[in-house]
């Protein structure tokens, strides 16, 4: 009996025990349940090690650190967490900055770099794989591997490698307590920074700018629409256009391209939907300059807002990097040396994106049914295959197979099985130049000739370089390699099985778009097109048509311009776009009555066309536009399901509206009419009074802030480290360039006065912490429109005034 | 039980957290409350007890003094993480976690006890 209960006894603890040991791993995140990753709550927890331990002392901190760097230096952080660099040499800059900006980025730059790569499923589980799958078929790592292999051999490169040493310096110093928070809560540890991670980065980039094609979209209208309805209906420049380089500033050159077009190059048929669809295009940024005839001081004022997906933490890291060589002030890119926007005591710079087409489909005609061979100028070639493992979270690996034919890799193929596409993308070319050290080399400038030169290698993305200098230069530059290319090559699929129809030279960089001191006395762009059609090679891609006539106009009519002059103009909301459309709003529509009692008519006349977060009128108009765009591309919409087809673009639709309202686009299908434009405009008018009458019987408050309200999300979008629903002015089309999750990512102007006054902002916080006071401190600050001023000639007085950080590195051994 | 009894595995279990805080894992609070169960106390609920209360005491003093520091900023994360609780819940969470492992630790090391004799 005694040996019955014992054995019952041992049975119970064995079971007991096998639970609390299921609990411990569980506990620990070592046990998945129903393949989703569970985060490690014990462990998460913890007061010692865990999330408690991520609390940030209020209060001023003193380091100390010992760093292989040549001589002392310090890092000393502002009142706003804005690191001030000070080294004696550019060596130990770029070292610290690599420290400074792991020290306060480390998660956003891992995790940036394994999106990149195609691995955020070996964090996140089976959620992300098509994400995964998606990079890798379109070869982001083949791209950022081929960088690595050509920048190593370049001299230049061990002045990066001080960058990687300083990321990695702070990486291997750190204890599983000092994680950042995200990586124990998805229980990951830092690996150490490589030269390929900051590649990755950099293609990244490059992917978010000029990754984007149109090719199977422009190819299904092309050959679904008559010829003359396509070229009515899908222009390519404007009747008036604003290029960035205006045409008297073009150089044209003794010889021209003398390659000619040749359609039959063009795939002819319909390609039905595929895997893998096009990207969000983005919303672009804006970056104007004033010289200083037009100024009140009599200094220039150089003004940039690039519009990226915003984010928390914020893409831009802002920093003072000072040496007795240089001091330099702006933004980076966590994860990539030197400064991309910013200024120094001489000069001041930035970029906006070229939207040039460097991204071509070309169809691939098989050999084998396998899939292993290809036609190509009538012989078979060997595709190259490369087998990309994809480790899952929770989950077995998965194995995808791709195929490298000469354009590129198999990125898109038809859900019918029956196209294959193979991508050419410039990102995928061996660099030429250091590119890398362009925004190193860039931020020690001081005037246009060593501007020039410093940032001659960068190759691709290609982005209108803007320029200033205190002594009263100014200019943009089109920089990066362009392909050149017979009219129309690169607007539709092209035949894979012909090498001829492969770009066969680059635009020669002197022949590049280049505008030095105009007349005018001001420069600007804003994504439309760089050059103008006078310019001698084709270029193509996707352009802006509204903000750059907002500031060209504010630019020509305004004078005495002055810095807060430029802060309102980055805040306006005004759309070029809502005035012109509301213009030809047929006064039929006065008679159309709301439930409400608001007359949409009248107060539609009556809106200043602001995009502002307290109006209802966006709303209504907002609503308008998506009725007059349905029902006018009616054969387009019942098509989308099957058949990518893009929708014509607005300056189109307002153009054909004036011009051709009788055009048989504007005649509904499914009707037994013939509906011509003023038809249209009454009918979505009709049904946009009916709509809103019903989204404000649903919403209390409407108006333009809480209809489309704006999200800046943590890339886990866990809402308790993102900062949602923001009500805030602005728009697309206007300066103040916001969409749900895009806007103005970085504002800052330059007076360049002596000495220097700045002035910057950007929605987010400089700690990549989310208990840090600084992770979303200026978010507020943003939305209102209000600027910081950026302490880069501040002296060590003032600034041990602000500091609230202050580290001193020693160097750990004395170099010779 | 005799005041020598209890003191002992007292200023162990004291001497263990201490160095716990500094260097080991958030499990080792199990281990040492297994030990200590096994040798020295005989009753499992009053092991349960004991080291339940004592971990959710420990946990809940280190995470709001550590908030504190902060102006709390860690507690409020975790309540809108955790669906927008109260942030005091934080506290009874984190405190009742490390408090149900360590006490359930010390039930099994009593319970092995009592087996093994």
Redesign the interface.
């Known amino acids: 009996m005694l040996s019955i209960i014992?054995d019952m006894?041992?049975f119970v603890?064995g079971l007991?025990?096998s639970i609390?040991l299921f609990?411990?791993f569980f506990?620990?995140g070592n046990i998945e349940l129903f393949r989703k990753t569970i985060p490690p709550?014990?462990?998460f927890?913890?007061?010692?090690?865990?999330?408690?331990?991520?609390?940030?002392?209020?209060g001023y901190v003193e380091d100390n650190l010992t760093l292989p760097i040549s001589k002392q230096a310090s890092v000393i952080y502002d009142e706003r967490w804005v690191p001030h660099i000070m080294a004696e040499n550019l060596e130990d800059i770029l070292f610290l900055q690599g420290y400074t900006e792991a020290e306060n980025r480390l998660f956003q730059m891992e995790l940036m770099s394994r999106a990149a790569a195609g691995e955020l499923s070996s964090i996140f589980g089976e959620v992300t794989i098509e994400l995964d799958l998606d990079k890798r078929r379109r070869g982001i790592k083949f791209a950022a591997e081929n960088a690595v292999n050509a920048w190593k051999q370049m001299p230049e490169f061990d002045l990066a490698q001080k960058y990687i040493d300083g990321v990695n310096a702070y990486i291997s110093q750190l204890k599983p307590e000092d994680y950042p928070l995200e990586f124990k809560l998805f229980n990951i540890q830092p690996e150490p920074w490589t030269e390929l991670k900051s590649a990755l980065i950099f293609k990244e980039m490059s992917l978010f700018l000029c990754g984007k094609n149109e090719d199977i979209e422009y190819t299904n209208a092309k050959n679904t629409f008559t010829q003359d309805i396509f070229n009515q209906w899908y222009p390519e420049h404007e009747d008036i256009e604003n290029p960035v380089v205006p045409d008297h500033s073009l150089v044209i050159p003794d010889t021209l391209f003398g390659k000619q077009q040749d359609n039959s190059s063009f795939y002819n048929g319909i390609i039905k939907k595929t895997f893998f669809e096009t990207r969000n295009p983005g919303i672009g940024s804006n970056q104007w300059t004033v010289g200083k005839s037009k100024t009140k001081s009599g200094s220039n004022i150089f003004c940039n807002d690039p519009h990226l997906s915003l984010g928390l933490p914020s893409i831009w890291f802002e920093q003072h990097l000072k040496t007795p060589q240089f001091n330099a002030y702006g933004v980076s890119f966590p994860g990539f040396p030197g400064i991309m926007i910013g200024f120094n005591d001489f000069i001041a710079w930035g970029e906006t994106n070229v939207g040039q087409d460097v991204e071509d489909l070309f169809l691939i005609e098989w050999a084998d049914d396998k899939k292993n061979t290809y036609y190509l100028d009538g012989k078979k070639l060997k595709a190259d295959i490369r087998i990309e493992k994809i480790a899952i979270k929770g989950a077995d690996p998965l194995y995808d197979t791709i195929r490298y034919t000469k354009w590129g890799p198999i990125f898109k193929s038809s859900k019918d099985g029956k196209n294959d596409l193979s991508i050419r993308w410039l990102s995928h070319d061996k660099p030429k130049g250091a590119e890398f050290m362009t925004f190193v080399n860039g931020m020690m400038c001081k005037n246009y000739d060593e501007y020039l030169t410093a940032t001659e290698k960068f190759q691709t993305p290609a982005q209108n370089f803007g320029f200033s200098s205190a002594s009263g230069d100014l200019a943009i530059r089109i920089n990066g390699m362009l392909p050149a290319k017979y009219d129309q090559d690169g607007r539709f699929v092209e035949y894979g099985n012909n090498s001829k129809n492969d770009w066969s030279a680059f635009i020669p960089r002197q022949l590049n778009p280049h505008v030095v001191n105009p007349p005018e006395n001001y420069v600007s762009s804003a994504n439309q097109r760089s050059a103008s059609k006078n310019y001698p090679y084709y270029f193509t891609g996707n352009f802006e048509n509204y903000r750059n006539k907002t500031i060209i106009e504010k630019l020509k009519t305004g004078s005495d311009f002055t810095a807060q002059d430029m802060q309102k103009m980055q805040m306006s909301s005004f759309s070029p776009k809502a005035k012109e459309f509301v213009s030809v709003i047929p006064t039929d529509c006065r008679q159309m009555g709301s439930a409400s009692g608001i007359n949409w008519y009248d107060k539609l006349k009556e809106w200043s066309f602001e995009y502002l977060k307290d109006k209802t009128e966006p709303v209504f108009f907002e609503i308008y536009m998506k009725h007059l765009r349905m029902n006018t591309f009616d054969e387009i919409y019942s098509k989308l399901d099957e058949v990518a087809i893009p929708i014509p673009k607005d300056w189109v639709l307002y153009k054909n509206i004036l011009n051709d309202p009788l055009n048989e686009i504007f005649n509904i299908k499914k009707t037994s009419t013939i509906e011509n434009a003023d038809n249209i405009q009454k009918l979505a008018f009709f049904k946009s009074i009916r709509e809103i009458d019903s989204v404000m019987t649903a919403w209390k408050n409407l108006n333009w802030g809480n209809y489309n309200p704006l999200h800046i999300y943590h890339p886990t979008r866990?809402?308790?480290?993102s900062a949602n629903n923001l009500a805030a002015d602005g728009c697309p089309d206007a300066i103040n360039a916001k969409g749900n999750s895009f806007g103005p990512s970085w504002r800052m102007i330059v007076h360049q006065k002596n000495p220097v006054e700045a002035y910057g902002v950007y929605p987010g916080g400089q700690s990549g912490n989310?208990?840090s006071?600084y992770y979303k401190n200026m978010v507020n600050d943003w939305v209102e429109g209000k600027y910081h001023v950026l302490h880069q000639n501040i002296t060590m007085e003032e600034l041990s005034k602000k500091q609230v950080k202050k580290v001193v590195a020693s160097p750990n051994k004395v170099k010779s | 039980m005799s005041i020598k009894k209890w003191f002992l595995p007292v200023v162990i279990s004291v001497f263990l957290f201490i160095l716990n805080a500094f260097w080991g894992w958030w499990w080792m609070n199990g281990v040492i409350a297994f030990v200590i169960s096994y040798f020295f106390i005989k009753g499992k609920g009053a092991s349960f007890l004991i080291f339940f209360s004592f971990v959710f005491v420990f946990w809940l003093f280190q995470c709001i003094w550590k908030d504190a520091q902060s102006e709390y900023v860690v507690s409020q994360f975790l309540s809108a993480l955790l669906g927008e609780i109260s942030p005091v819940l934080t506290y009874i969470l984190t405190g009742l976690t490390g408090g149900f492992f360590s006490g359930w630790a010390a039930y099994l090391g009593s319970s092995l006890r009592n087996i093994s004799k």
């Open positions: 014992s006894q041992k603890y007991h025990f609390f609990v411990l506990l620990n709550f014990g462990k927890l913890d007061p010692a090690k865990g999330v408690w331990h991520h609390n940030v002392p209020i866990i809402p308790a480290l989310p208990f006071p």
